[in-house]
Nanobody, 130 residues
Framework: QVHLVESGGGLVQAGGSLNLSCTAS???????????MGWFRQAPGKEREFVAA????????YYADSVKGRYIISRDNTKNTVSLHMNSLKPADSAVYYC????????????????????WGQGTQVTVSS
């Protein structure tokens, strides 16, 4: 079982920055460093959409076009955390942000489909005012 807890959301003005964190507690099985991780977001009335993903080693990352160049995903396997550094925020970035964990299947890959993730956090609200 994997328990994910996001933090760091809040209200920020357009052009500002926020840092989100996701801390994982793994009760059994492979350690955190074996899990690929990702960030998704969901705005009211919209489907959950991919934001950023990172492979288990942290070597490989992938971003949605809408956030490329503004967001940075990173992980610290010694602290069981994955972070999302968000810069140049826009009102369109407002959403609940979710952290997801993908069960180890071999290979140092990233994943951008929400169906490929096995566990989710409860989400953290990000609101960007204009």
């Amino acid at each position: 079982q994997v328990h994910l807890v996001e933090s760091g959301g809040g209200l920020v003005q357009a052009g500002g920055s926020l840092n989100l964190s996701c801390t994982a507690s793994i009760s059994s099985g492979r350690s955190f460093e074996s899990w690929a991780m990702g960030w998704f977001r969901q705005a009211p009335g919209k489907e959950r959409e991919f934001v950023a993903a990172i492979s288990w080693s942290g070597t490989y990352t992938y971003y949605a076009d809408s956030v490329k160049g503004r967001y940075i995903i990173s992980r610290d396997n010694t602290k069981n955390t994955v972070s999302l550094h968000m810069n140049s925020l826009k009102p369109a970035d407002s959403a609940v942000y979710y952290c997801g964990a993908r069960r180890p299947v071999g290979g140092d890959d990233y994943y951008y489909r929400h169906q490929e993730y096995d566990y989710w956090g409860q989400g953290t609200q990000v609101t960007v005012s204009s």
